[in-house]
Structure formats: structure tokens, C-alpha cells
């Protein structure tokens, strides 16, 4: 509930302040992944994949790419992808802690797609490592994932939103 209240709370004050959206509004058929992410209840691996997939679709394939490289100053080569963008983004505006964003994104995406978007191979497990997850309580692991995201939008709040800009 920390998270999805975060997340609404953040939007709102992102495009207030800055009139466009960090994270693009999701769509009607999409809407569901912001209302229903939490913590599993269980260990099974099912709904921690499902809940993986709510958070990558919420902060990772939500990001605002058209905004993002037109708030970028340097020139950027046409293939960048959107995690790229941001990291960029958040550099030029000397965001505290941002490669350690990054990478948490970064292994977000990671785990989503050993898991979630694809077969489960051998990688996963190295993914799960990654990330700090005991791949026998999921649940656990995904609430360390929450809180990563939690200090993410936080830290995005302090230094964009909170201090005067």
C-alpha cells in the first residue's frame, strides 16, 4: 500500500510541477497493475513473476521516453532505450544515488525477463542472486524489491519535487 500510494502521490505532483509525466499514465487495460501490486502472500512463484511484471510496467515500460530525451541535453543516438535515458536524465540533474537506481532498474528488467516475459532458464537463479532473492520465499525478496522501488521514488521526490528547482 506504501508503494501504490507513493506511486499516485508522486505522479501527481511530477506533472503538477513539471507539466509532464515521468511515468506515462497507464491505460485502461493496463490500470489493474497499479492497483493490485503487493506484496505476495505466498511463496509462489506465479504471483511473485505477476507482481515483477506490475512493477516493470509501472516504472521501466511506463517511462516517458519523448520527454525524457527532449529534457536531455546532449544529443542521443536514436537506439537509446529508456533506462538509458533516465540514468542520463538523472545525471545531468545530479540525482544522489543514481547509479544505484539504475541498477536496480536495470536488474528489475532483468528478472522480469528471466521470468516473467520469458522462459525460466538457468539465468533466473543467477537474477534472483542478483537481486538478493532466495528463490524459496519470493515474497520475501519482492518486498526487498518494493522497498528499492519506495527509496527510488523517494529519492526522485526529494531532490525534484521537494527542493525548490
Given at each position: 500500500?506504501?508503494?501504490?500510494?507513493?506511486?499516485?502521490?508522486?505522479?501527481?505532483?511530477?506533472?503538477?510541477?513539471?507539466?509532464?509525466?515521468?511515468?506515462?499514465?497507464?491505460?485502461?487495460?493496463?490500470?489493474?497493475?497499479?492497483?493490485?501490486?503487493?506484496?505476495?502472500?505466498?511463496?509462489?512463484?506465479?504471483?511473485?513473476d505477476t507482481q515483477i511484471l506490475s512493477l516493470t510496467k509501472l516504472l521501466i515500460d511506463s517511462l516517458n521516453d519523448v520527454e525524457l530525451k527532449s529534457a536531455i541535453k546532449e544529443s542521443l543516438p536514436e537506439n537509446t532505450k529508456s533506462i538509458s535515458k533516465l540514468e542520463l536524465f538523472l545525471k545531468q540533474e545530479q540525482v544522489?544515488?543514481?547509479?544505484?537506481?539504475?541498477?536496480?532498474?536495470?536488474?528489475?528488467?532483468?528478472?522480469?525477463?528471466?521470468?516473467s516475459a520469458h522462459r525460466k532458464s538457468s539465468d533466473y537463479e543467477k537474477e534472483m542472486i542478483k537481486l538478493d532473492i532466495d528463490i524459496n520465499y519470493p515474497s520475501i525478496g519482492f518486498a526487498k524489491i518494493l522497498d528499492n522501488a519506495i527509496k527510488f521514488l523517494n529519492d526522485l521526490r526529494d531532490h525534484f519535487i521537494s527542493k525548490s528547482r
Open positions: 500500500l506504501r508503494f501504490r500510494l507513493l506511486y499516485r502521490r508522486f505522479q501527481d505532483d511530477w506533472f503538477n510541477k513539471y507539466r509532464w509525466n515521468l511515468f506515462k499514465p497507464l491505460t485502461d487495460q493496463d490500470a489493474h497493475h497499479a492497483d493490485t501490486i503487493h506484496i505476495p502472500v505466498t511463496n509462489d512463484l506465479n504471483e511473485f544522489m544515488d543514481c547509479d544505484s537506481h539504475i541498477d536496480f532498474l536495470r536488474k528489475l528488467q532483468k528478472i522480469r525477463s528471466k521470468s
